[in-house]
C-alpha cells in the first residue's frame, strides 16, 4: 500500500510565499512521476506542476513564481510558491505514478489535499 502525505499550505497574503511538501511512503519500488493539481470551489482540478525524469512542467499562470523539485532520497516532492496571488487560492493535491515492485504497473496515487489560501 503506498500513501501520499501533504505538508503546508496555509492563509497568506497577496505576494507571500508558500511551500507545500509530500512524501511517498508504504511499498514504494519506483516514482515514474510526481506533482500538483489544484481545485478552486466551483472549478474543475487543474495541473499546477510536475516533476519527472525528462524534466518539468507548470501550467502557465504559474510559471516563474512557482518551482517544483524532488528529493529522491526520501521520495518527498516539493512545491515552492512566490508571488501568490488570490487566484492561486485552491486545495492542492499531490499527485504520483508509483510502482510497488518490479513486476507492477505504475499506479495513480493522490494525496488527502492541502488548503492554500491567498487573502489580505
Known amino acids: 500500500q503506498v500513501q501520499l502525505v501533504e505538508s503546508g499550505g496555509g492563509l497568506v497574503q497577496p505576494g507571500g510565499s508558500l511551500r507545500l511538501s509530500c512524501a511517498a511512503s508504504?511499498?514504494?519500488?519506483?516514482?515514474?512521476?510526481m506533482g500538483w493539481y489544484r481545485q478552486a470551489p466551483g472549478k474543475q482540478r487543474e495541473l499546477v506542476a510536475r516533476?519527472?525524469?525528462?524534466?518539468?512542467d507548470y501550467v502557465d499562470s504559474v510559471k516563474g513564481r512557482f518551482t517544483i523539485s524532488r528529493d529522491n532520497a526520501k521520495n518527498t516532492v516539493l512545491l515552492e510558491m512566490n508571488s501568490l496571488k488570490p487566484e492561486d487560492t485552491a486545495v492542492y493535491y499531490c499527485?504520483?505514478?508509483?510502482?510497488?515492485?518490479?513486476?507492477?504497473?505504475?499506479?495513480?496515487?493522490w494525496g488527502q489535499g492541502a488548503q492554500v489560501t491567498v487573502s489580505s
Open positions: 499527485h504520483a505514478l508509483i510502482a510497488s515492485n518490479r513486476y507492477d504497473f505504475a499506479r495513480v496515487y
Open positions: 516533476i519527472f525524469s525528462g524534466g518539468t
Open positions: 508504504g511499498s514504494v519500488f519506483s516514482i515514474n512521476l
